[in-house]
């Protein structure tokens, strides 16, 4: 018995080591564990690399009828990396259960000309089967502070108006809805913005 659990510990250990420096620098926010009571440490957070984008493509394709050619994920990785996270089982890295990506956008502030950055939330899926254990809300909680480190003044996103539970995720994040936006996605269906200021906490 207590060789077996050793056994894991190192190589969790091992695995946790070897990610960070596969990834290399910033070593604590690169890779960790999200424990939740719910589900408690059945699945990890990591960053994306690019042996997961196949995998991140694949679960995006079936759970968001939205879909991204191969160059776009990897530009976002690319260019945003702390932000892009995974989640997989703990025992399977090889495995994805959920993904969340962000990019930084400049645009022009409502009442100036100043330009000001806005992390907007890309995407974020997880697979049918693993859904309502924390896993989105751990892909959330991990990437916002990364994204919030390009001196972001707030995070926006789209979402369907019927999608009930990304909604609900969304506000338990502070999210609020700005306005709809008509017809946003191809079929027709129309978007709520939702926002987080940071400077109104
Ligand atoms: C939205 C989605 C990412 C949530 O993933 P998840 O891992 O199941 O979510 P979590 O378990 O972390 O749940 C976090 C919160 O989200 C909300 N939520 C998630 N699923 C919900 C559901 N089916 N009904 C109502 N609320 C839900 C709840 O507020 C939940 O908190 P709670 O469990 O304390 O009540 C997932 O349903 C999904 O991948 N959907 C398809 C892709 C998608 O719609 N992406 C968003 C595009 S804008």
Redesign the pocket.
Known sequence: MYLLLYSIYIHNKFLIIQNNFTMGTDKESKTSFFNRS?NESSFIIKSCTDDDLERVKQVNEQ??PEDYPFFFYKSILDNYPESFLVACPKDDFNQIL?YVMWRVERTSSKNSLRLLNKGH?V?????GD?????????LLAKSMPEIQKQNITEYV????VS????I??Y??FKFKTEGIKKKYYKDGENAYFMVYKLNEN
């Open positions: 719910k759970e968001l959920g939330l995407s974020i899926a997880v697979s693993y859904r309502r254990q924390g896993i989105a809300a751990a996103l789209e979402v369907r999608n009930y539970s990304a609900n995720l506000e338990n």
